[in-house]
């Protein structure tokens, strides 16, 4: 049971943009509504400018990667990235990354949080499944469930990256500033524990 308290006033003027590019966006926008937290797709550069935070779906990175330069995205992502807080999961961990071992497809990873990751490291989708993990959010446990689709393994942690959850004894839920990434996908189910995790610790501050 997730102990963490969000003050919902403090939420009124929130705006939460879901890159809306491909892969699975309406998941996340959903457990956003669920939250009373408003939000919108981000698919061009200037709805950059009316977002707070940016969360990065899980999806197929090969494939955001291309559509992240037919819309011009790129620069102004990073840019972003460097000075809001940004929330990549699975395909959206990738993008965040430093570097991506093995880059067949050329993917260009973001660079703004010091991982390394191998694509789909976790198996193929037929592999896929779902596990209950325990991290330590702010000085308390948490339980949530993460479900491993085609997922990024993290093979380097730089050494000032913070490790939040692992499976298995390997880190997959790491954060450094404004910058949190996980290998699994956390918005499949109805479990908004990370979600908030994300919105008190960046925007509302009561879990600094
Ligand atoms: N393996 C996928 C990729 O490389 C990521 C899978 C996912 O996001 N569920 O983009």
């Known amino acids: 049971m997730n102990t963490m308290i ?7 003027k929130l705006h939460i943009g879901v890159l809306g590019l491909q892969g699975d966006y309406e998941a996340h926008q959903k457990q956003l509504k669920s939250l009373e ?68 497809s050329d993917v260009k990873p973001f660079g703004l ?5 191998r694509r789909t490291a976790f198996g193929r989708q037929v592999f896929s499944f779902t596990e209950v993990l325990t991290a330590e959010l702010n000085g308390q446990k948490a339980s949530f469930e ?39 996908h956390p918005e499949l189910g109805e479990e908004t524990v990370l979600l908030r995790y994300f919105i008190n610790k960046f925007f509302i501050g009561l879990d600094r």
């Open 6 to 12: 969000m003050n919902m006033a403090n939420t009124d």
């Open 37 to 104: 937290i408003g939000s919108s797709l981000v698919k061009l550069p200037h709805q950059l400018d009316e977002i707070d935070g940016l969360i990065l779906p899980g999806g197929e990175s090969t494939t955001m990667d291309k559509l992240i330069d037919r819309f011009n995205l790129r620069d102004k992502l990073i840019a972003f990235g460097k000075i809001k807080p940004i929330w990549g999961t699975c395909a959206g961990m990738i993008l965040l990354s430093k570097s991506i071992e093995e880059n067949q």
């Open 113 to 117: 949080i010091d991982i390394d990751v």
């Open 146 to 184: 993460a479900s491993f689709i085609r997922a990024p393994r993290i093979t380097r942690v730089g050494k000032d990256v913070s490790v939040l959850a692992e499976f298995n004894g390997e880190p997959v839920l790491v954060e450094k500033g404004n910058i949190l990434a996980s290998s699994f």
